[in-house]
């Protein structure tokens, strides 16, 4: 077979670099956030002067998949923290306008990783 027959993949269809980062980021926030909505979460805000009723119904579904929850988030954020320092290393082999170059996505999942553990020990803590 000739190599100009070759199927290559599309532009469209490769992934962004820094995409992983994110996503892990995003999955361990978000699974942090029902483990710490049944105990932590209510006690904080409530200590900021937050109304916290709306966590009822998040809090009743996470509540006894908590430990799930918690492995999920740690498995998520731990992934997330690796790709993004992973990502840190060759970010001078990162093409021009992809997700590893932009300094605000960058500092956006620090907070987001950063967040996700302050959420994680809240679950875990009090609960």
């Known amino acids: 077979m000739p190599s100009d027959q070759i199927a290559r993949p599309s532009e469209a269809a490769?992934?962004?670099?820094?995409s992983g980062a994110v996503l892990l980021t995003a999955g361990g926030l978000a699974a942090a956030f029902a483990a710490a909505a049944c105990c932590g979460l209510?006690?904080?805000?409530?200590?900021?002067?937050?109304?916290?009723?709306?966590?009822?119904?998040?809090?009743?579904?996470?509540?006894?998949?908590?430990?799930?929850?918690?492995?999920a988030a740690s498995a998520c954020l731990a992934?997330?923290?690796?790709?993004?320092?992973?990502?840190?290393?060759?970010a001078s082999a990162c093409a021009p306008g992809s997700v590893c170059m932009r300094p605000a996505i960058r500092g956006l999942t620090v907070v987001g990783l950063l967040t996700g553990l302050g959420l994680l020990y809240l679950g875990y803590a009090y609960a």
Do not use: E
């Not at 992934?79 to 060759?90: A, D, E, N």
């Open 14 to 18: 490769v992934p962004t670099r820094g």
């Open 79 to 90: 992934g997330g923290t690796f790709l993004l320092w992973r990502q840190s290393r060759v």
């Open 42 to 71: 209510p006690l904080m805000l409530a200590t900021f002067g937050l109304g916290t009723a709306w966590l009822y119904g998040i809090a009743v579904r996470a509540a006894p998949n908590r430990i799930f929850l918690l492995a």
